[in-house]
């Protein structure tokens, strides 16, 4: 007579539905399924290995089983039937594609703004109204000194233009929406400041995975931890080199003036979509605060639609965004894809202002607020004597070797001026190092904490003789 226990189906599995719970392992009082030890290459994850020696045909595992194909007793049927009626996995997670015109991308449009007379308003506001015109109508945030009044103006302006604003519950939110609305093919932004924009990496990392545009504004304060709401440029390290994990990248702008903040944030949604990636405006805690004459461009832009977005009509229905890929090849050409991207950024989006380099012995490099006391150190030199001249990096990633490399060969010093403990001079010697050229010698001025470079220190150290300064 045979034993009904022998007759019982046993459990088999289908790796690719297996999700590494182990609830299976808990669950066999045989022990008979162990942890994986190899990586299914087409989820990522180790499903587990049956040894069904002594096996009894229980069941206990396949009902532990969370996953409707994972573990079951009969091929070709949910161990859930009843809740799964399907037969085939495929029918259950397939999707079927619908045959669809592929959606064609709508262009931007340039339409003229008539003429104005000059606003005098702080680099926060102008920064703003860039945005507006550039498009952005969507815009997430957090409060945070000194950028808040961005947000502010956003939170007023932007309704009565069929846009929105959200206060969210936290910079990570704030990121997070970005990434939504990017990935819906609208330009998206933010503004934050030091201790707002360390919480949004993360996202920051998602987003150029996920190819996603979208405009940070960061008004840089006083660090490390909460420092304080006076001007650094703390963040130049963390924005040209830690943009969160990964191998990420992202055009960093630094605006020296109320006017460039309009301009360089109406300049940077277009490249947010050029390489679908995001862009940093970095801006100093001053510059945001201080108040200047500000033109208003001859146009505003009124952005299209790009064939990626996900919008919520037939034509894009398969467009996907997403920055998982977890078979390791896939990654890897992924990876190899926005290096190739970060390398046409590098060869076509360097900018650099360059005031009186022609003749110039010594060269002051700076950026940001900063930049106007070197300037006007630079000026006061040349009054004395001195052939100076001021080197600005409007883009501090990619760094503008391309117009320093011919300076180098003739100046005989370089003074890098900042607020910071020397993160845009690093910029300056990675870009030279990488360039393979010769550094002259190089001397710096550096304040911290809130305080600025002043135009007597930098004009001290570019050597203007004691009695010439009397
Ligand atoms: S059917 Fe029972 S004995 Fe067999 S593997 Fe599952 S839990 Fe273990
Ligand atoms: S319970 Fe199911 S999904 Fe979880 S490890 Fe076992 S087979 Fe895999």
Redesign the pocket.
């Known amino acids: 007579m045979s034993n009904p226990l022998h007759d019982r189906p046993r459990p088999f ?1 289908e790796p690719a ?9 808990e ?1 066999c009082p045989r022990h008979c ?1 162990t942890p994986g030890s190899a990586i299914n290459p087409s989820t990522g994850v180790a ?2 290995e049956l040894h069904l020696e002594h096996c009894n045909g229980c069941g206990l ?1 396949t009902q ?4 409707p194909f ?2 079951r007793l009969h091929e070709g049927v949910s161990h859930l039937e009843g809740r799964f009626q399907l037969e085939d996995p495929a029918k259950l997670f397939g999707r079927k594609r619908v045959q669809v015109t592929a959606p064609e991308p709508a262009p931007d449009a340039e339409l003229p703004l008539p003429d104005c007379a000059p606003l005098v308003i702080k680099g926060v506001y102008a920064s703003a109204i860039g945005a507006v015109l550039a498009g952005c109508r969507h815009v997430f945030g957090y409060p945070i000194t000194p950028s808040t009044e961005g947000a502010e103006l956003m939170a007023r302006m932007l309704p009565p233009l069929g846009g929105t604003f959200v206060q969210a519950v936290s910079e990570v939110a704030a990121v997070n929406m970005m990434y939504g609305a990017g990935g819906a093919g609208v330009p998206a932004m933010t503004f934050t400041s030091s201790p707002g924009f360390s919480l949004m990496l993360e996202g920051i990392s998602y987003l150029i995975g996920a190819e996603v545009p979208s405009v940070f504004v960061n008004l840089m304060r006083g660090g490390p931890g909460l420092g304080n709401i006076g001007p650094e440029q703390a963040d130049i390290k963390l924005a040209c080199r830690g943009l969160g994990h990964g191998n990420t990248q992202a055009i960093v702008l630094a605006p020296s003036t109320p006017q460039e903040m309009l301009d360089l944030t109406m300049a940077a949604f277009p490249l947010s979509f050029r390489y679908r990636n995001p862009v940093i405006l970095l801006g100093d805690g001053y510059l945001g605060q201080v108040t200047g004459v500000v033109r208003l461009p001859a146009a505003l832009r009124r952005p299209g639609r790009p064939d990626w977005a996900v919008w919520g009509d037939r034509e894009h229905r398969h467009n996907l965004i997403n920055s998982i890929l977890l078979a390791e090849a896939d990654l890897a050409a992924h990876n190899e894809h926005l290096g190739r991207k970060y390398a046409e950024m590098h060869r076509r989006e360097q900018r650099a202002e360059l005031h009186r380099c022609d003749d110039a012995e010594v060269l002051v490099v700076a950026c940001n607020t900063p930049a106007r006391m070197a300037r006007g150190a630079v000026e006061a030199a040349r009054a004395r004597g001195v052939r100076a001249g001021l080197f600005r990096p409007i883009s501090l990633w990619p760094f503008p070797i391309d117009a320093l490399s011919p300076l180098l060969a003739r100046v005989e010093r370089l003074v890098v001026v900042e607020a910071s403990a020397g993160q845009l001079e690093d910029e300056l010697r990675l870009a030279v190092s990488h360039a393979g050229l010769r550094l002259p010698p190089l001397e710096h001025v550096r304040r911290l904490g809130g305080l600025l470079p002043q135009q007597d220190e930098i004009l001290a150290r570019l050597a203007v003789p004691e009695e010439v300064l009397r």
């Open positions: 599995l539905y297996c999700k590494g719970c182990l609830r299976c392992v669950a399924i499903p587990v595992c532990a089983c969370p996953e994972g573990l």
